[in-house]
Antibody
Framework: EVQLLESGGGLVQPGGSLRLSCAASGFIFSRYAMSWVRQAPGKGLEWVSTTSGSGDSAFYADSVKGRFTIFRDNSRNMLNLQMNSLRAEDTAIYYC??????????????WGQGTLVTVSS | DIQMTQSPSSVSASVGDRVTITCRASQGISSWLAWYQQKPGKVPKLLIYAASNLQSGVPSRFSGSGSGTDFTLTISSLQPEDFATYYCQQANSFPLTFGGGTKVEIK
């Protein structure tokens, strides 16, 4: 069974940093692109970032480009998101999501349970 | 960037009703479209991929259609467990984008 377990969320001040992690199991991690998708309280879904299976490629939403870095450790089946220069508008539940198939077609299945990031003073 | 516009933003329906949700892309995306269901407090769940392909385990009352810029998600006979918010998502190009969501509520 595929499992994705996020960690690292919490309360951080504006301008601060946080690193999210997603522990993956139940599939050959290195074969699948992985993504982060967030959802602000009471709002819709917003794609944040995607990395290829090898980790050689990364893509970002304009809203986080230059502040967030996605990276993965395929030896440990871990996906990470380093978030710097955090803003109030980054407050959201952050979901880790696996591509449905081992091809560069980015439909998300499944999703992790999410980790809440709150940016506030 | 490709903008995804869903309509309606909310719909009230009764058990047994047929419900149709539309999603329009700001430019052609072929069939690179997915639909997700999210129940309150729960994680999004993939329903449909490639515009019309039913994800394994999803009931057959769900169906998707369309290509290019116009897409629909249809629930043929609404069940109590279908009350949720539905999102479309384009996978044609980065940045990946979601529609604003359609909340299906009990009438």
């Amino acid at each position: 069974e595929v499992q994705l377990l996020e960690s690292g969320g919490g309360l951080v001040q504006p301008g601060g940093s946080l690193r999210l992690s997603c522990a993956a199991s139940g599939f050959i991690f290195s074969r699948y692109a992985m993504s982060w998708v967030r959802q602000a309280p009471g709002k819709g879904l917003e794609w944040v970032s995607t990395t290829s299976g090898s980790g050689d490629s990364a893509f970002y939403a304009d809203s986080v480009k230059g502040r967030f870095t996605i990276f993965r450790d395929n030896s440990r089946n871990m996906l990470n998101l380093q978030m710097n220069s955090l803003r109030a508008e980054d407050t959201a539940i952050y979901y880790c999501a696996k591509d449905r198939i081992a091809e560069p077609v980015h439909w998300f299945d499944p999703w992790g349970q999410g980790t809440l990031v709150t940016v506030s003073s | 960037d490709i903008q995804m516009t869903q309509s309606p933003s909310s719909v009230s329906a009764s058990v047994g009703d047929r419900v149709t949700i539309t999603c329009r892309a700001s430019q052609g995306i072929s069939s690179w479209l997915a639909w997700y269901q999210q129940k309150p407090g729960k994680v999004p769940k993939l329903l449909i991929y490639a515009a019309s392909n039913l994800q394994s385990g999803v009931p057959s009352r769900f169906s998707g259609s369309g290509s290019g810029t116009d897409f629909t998600l249809t629930i043929s006979s609404l069940q109590p467990e279908d009350f949720a918010t539905y999102y479309c998502q384009q996978a044609n190009s980065f940045p990946l984008t979601f529609g604003g969501g359609t909340k299906v509520e009990i009438k």
